[in-house]
Nanobody
Framework: QVQLVESGGGLVQPGGSLRLSCAAS????????MGWYRRAPGKQRELVAG???????NYADSVKGRFTIFRNNAKNTMYLQMNSLKPEDTAVYYC????????????????WGQGTQVTVSS
């Protein structure tokens, strides 16, 4: 069993910063790709940023230059540093991970966190 728990969301003013954390716990052999997704009210869920176990990253065009994704593999923790926040960044942010619970490939699981609310408003 693997669980992802997000933290760090909150209310910030435009131009402010937040750092989101995603802590993975449970039976974890290896975490491959991890990513941050977000869903705004009435909008489709979108990938914000992703990172492989080797550190390769990709970002949505809307957040390039403002957000940074990074991870600590030893701690099974992932972060999203969000700077220069805009009202359009307001959404529930979800952590996602591709997890191996053991060395056996049949143990592969895609896991989602419960989400953390980010609100950017003056």
């Amino acid at each position: 069993q693997v669980q992802l728990v997000e933290s760090g969301g909150g209310l910030v003013q435009p131009g402010g910063s937040l750092r989101l954390s995603c802590a993975a716990s449970g039976n974890i052999f290896r975490i491959n790709v991890m990513g941050w997704y977000r869903r705004a009210p009435g909008k489709q869920r979108e990938l914000v940023a992703g990172i492989t176990s080797g550190g390769t990253t990709n970002y949505a065009d809307s957040v390039k230059g403002r957000f940074t994704i990074f991870r600590n593999n030893a701690k099974n923790t992932m972060y999203l540093q969000m700077n220069s926040l805009k009202p359009e960044d307001t959404a529930v942010y979800y952590c996602n991970a591709d997890v191996l619970e053991s060395k056996w490939l049949t143990s592969r699981r895609e896991v989602w966190g419960q989400g953390t609310q980010v609100t950017v408003s003056s």
